[in-house]
């Protein structure tokens, strides 16, 4: 048996950089402005996506604002089940993140299991004041009451299907698609 990729894609890259711009000005509006305010991205999409925003962000308030990268691979909730050993990337937050307010980044919401991991490395590095999440997509089919406070675009799923985030500093291009196997 055979097996087909299908993609559809559902943002391309105009519609993503409007959809962080939005969100941009929704952070702004939502925290009064930038005054402690920090994002972190998760590994490997949400940092981009956080690189972006902090970007925008800052051309509309002209002052600098912390970034951080954040490796959650140590605080899955699978890692026992796993076949293959995990690749583990270096956290990187520059910053203290005690009485700050993080807003989190991440390219794709979906069962919200890697947003509880993210929440626990969180954790592990101070008390934030408050945390925020931002996502690109949410493709629902959450597993924990986890909800996005920023979201680019809700595209509902199926389970079988796939959400792929393509970027330009990865794939020289900027997409969201939907990928379907087919079996043949």
Do not use: C, W
Request: avoid cysteine; aromatic fraction near 4%; hydrophobic fraction near 40%.
């Amino acid at each position: 048996m055979s097996s087909l990729q299908h993609e559809r894609m559902v943002m391309d890259a105009q519609e993503m950089s409007r959809a962080l711009t939005r969100i941009s000005h929704e952070i702004l509006e939502r925290n009064k402005g930038s005054q402690d305010l920090a994002l972190v991205g998760i590994r490997t999409g949400g940092v981009y996506l956080a690189q972006r925003l902090v970007k925008r962000i800052q051309q509309i308030e002209q002052r600098d604002l912390p970034l951080g990268e954040l490796d959650i691979t140590l605080y899955r909730d699978d890692l026992s089940i796993r076949k293959d050993q995990p690749e583990i990337r270096k956290t990187s937050i520059p910053f203290h993140i005690s009485d700050m307010k993080i807003v989190l980044v991440d390219d794709v919401l979906f069962t919200g299991r890697t947003i509880r991991a993210a929440l626990d490395g969180l954790m592990d590095l101070g008390r934030p004041a408050e945390i925020q999440l931002a996502v690109l997509v949410d493709r629902g089919h959450r597993q924990l009451p986890i909800r996005a406070n920023y979201v680019g675009k809700s595209i509902p799923t199926s389970r079988e299907e796939e959400v792929q985030v393509f970027f330009e500093e990865l794939e020289q291009v900027d997409r969201v698609s939907i990928i379907t196997e087919h079996t043949g």
